[in-house]
C-alpha cells in the first residue's frame, strides 16, 4: 500500500473545497498523512474529525513537553505518530519514548542528496 503525505500547509491555507476532498480522500480509505504538523496550526479534535490516521510532527517540536502530551493523545485516539527528521540521537531516544517506532531522518547525520546516494552505490558494484 503507498502512503502519500499531506502537508499541513494543505489544511491551512487550502481552499474550503480543497479541504473538503482531503476529508473524502480520507473517508473512502486513501493512506494520507498529516505531515509537518503543528497542533497550534490545526488543533487535534481537527485532525481526528477530519479523519487522519497517520500524523507526523514537524522537528522543530521535537523535545518539548506539550508534543510529548500532544503525541499520547492522537496515538489514545488510534492515529499512529510517525517521527520525522529525527537528526539526533537525542531526538531518536525521544521518539521512541513517545512510542514513536516509526521515523525518517539521517540516522548518520550526514545529509546526502540522491545523486550522491546513486554515485555510491554504483561506485560500491564495480
Not at 96 to 112: D, I
Request: glycine fraction near 8%; proline fraction near 3%; hydrophobic fraction near 40%.
Amino acid at each position: 500500500k503507498l502512503m502519500l503525505t499531506m502537508p499541513e500547509s494543505v489544511i491551512t491555507q487550502g481552499t474550503k473545497d480543497m479541504v473538503n476532498n482531503v476529508k473524502s480522500y480520507l473517508q473512502n480509505g486513501v493512506f494520507l498523512m498529516l505531515d509537518d504538523y503543528h497542533p497550534e496550526n490545526i488543533p487535534i479534535e481537527k485532525v481526528l474529525e477530519m479523519g487522519f490516521k497517520y500524523v507526523r510532527f514537524a522537528s522543530e517540536l521535537h523535545l518539548k513537553k506539550q508534543t510529548t502530551l500532544d503525541i499520547k493523545t492522537l496515538q489514545l485516539a488510534g492515529v499512529v505518530v510517525l517521527g520525522g527528521n529525527a537528526e539526533s540521537h537525542n531526538a531518536l531516544d525521544w521518539l521512541h519514548a513517545c512510542g514513536v517506532q516509526l521515523h525518517s531522518g539521517p540516522l548518520s547525520g550526514v545529509l546526502v542528496d540522491e545523486d550522491e546516494l546513486i554515485r555510491d552505490c554504483l561506485l560500491r558494484e564495480r
